[in-house]
């Protein structure tokens, strides 16, 4: 049994983690499945959206304490969470949440670009339980999806808390009811990819970089990834397509 499956339908790859018995709890081989899967998504031009879930009523309950103990060498930097030395995806992806999301689980999942999650679903980051740190993405990516307090509250604590919590925060994009997670996940990401790829890229990218840009640099900086959207063939097919009352068919340039 694989601890990472991989499908793709109509431009949407599913990622799943496969270890139920462990809450999908991250180890050696889950680090080497998802290194694959994610290569696949930044290669195939044919995917336009990644959704990363797991398997068996839980996301991910972090990382595998037995595993760690035991030495296992974790390679994350075929995956697109934690440092900036880690592969760079440009495509969106969508973080389907059923039961736990917890410690490096949760960090998975605020590393993604959106997050549909069960009402059921639960979020923590329980790092300093165990003497350890949510070095993984949480201590700085949480404080800029969640209120500051929120967010110092859930490292300093390690409480676990309620998706209806976080939702109304605007940490999660949509609740669904229990078992819908991945079923409302890929209907939005196909909605995304029915949109032009580079735009989405690029919006992604800008997005993200432009955190970091002072305000006042913003709109010219921006130009550097824009000017070429505007000039491509799928912004002509886009507009032909409205002018025609069709879908358009994007070819990503």
């Excluded at 999942?109 to 790092?127: K, Q």
């Excluded at 949510?134 to 998706?163: F, H, N, S, W």
């Amino acid at each position: 049994m694989t601890d990472v499956v991989f499908t793709v339908a109509d431009g949407v790859a599913v990622i799943a983690l496969n270890r139920p018995g462990a809450r999908n709890a991250l180890n050696a081989a889950v680090f080497d499945g998802l290194t694959l899967a994610f290569a696949q998504v930044v290669s195939n031009p044919d995917i336009r959206v990644a959704v990363l879930t797991g398997v068996g009523g839980n996301f991910c309950s972090g990382m595998d304490l037995k595993a760690f103990v035991r030495g296992e060498k974790m390679d994350p930097r075929g995956v697109p969470f934690g440092g900036r030395d880690n592969v760079v995806v440009p495509k969106p992806i969508i973080a389907a949440v059923e039961g736990y999301a917890l410690a490096g689980g949760f960090e998975l999942a605020l590393t993604c670009d959106l997050i549909v999650a069960s009402r059921t679903a639960r979020f923590g980051l329980p790092e300093v339980r165990r003497g350890l740190v949510a070095a993984g993405g949480g201590l700085v990516k949480l404080p800029r999806q969640a209120p500051t307090r929120l967010a110092m509250e859930m490292i300093l604590t390690g409480d676990i808390y309620d998706a209806e919590l976080l939702y109304q925060r605007g940490v999660i994009n949509c609740l669904t009811e229990p078992d819908h997670a991945l079923e409302v996940a890929r209907k939005m990401a196909s909605r995304i990819a029915e949109n032009g790829p580079l735009a989405v890229a690029a919006s992604k990218q800008i997005m993200q970089m432009s955190l970091d840009w002072p305000a006042s640099e913003a709109f010219d900086r921006q130009k550097e990834f824009t000017a070429a959207i505007r000039e491509s063939a799928d912004a002509r097919e886009g507009a032909l397509a409205f002018a025609e009352k069709r879908k358009p068919q994007w070819c990503g340039s």
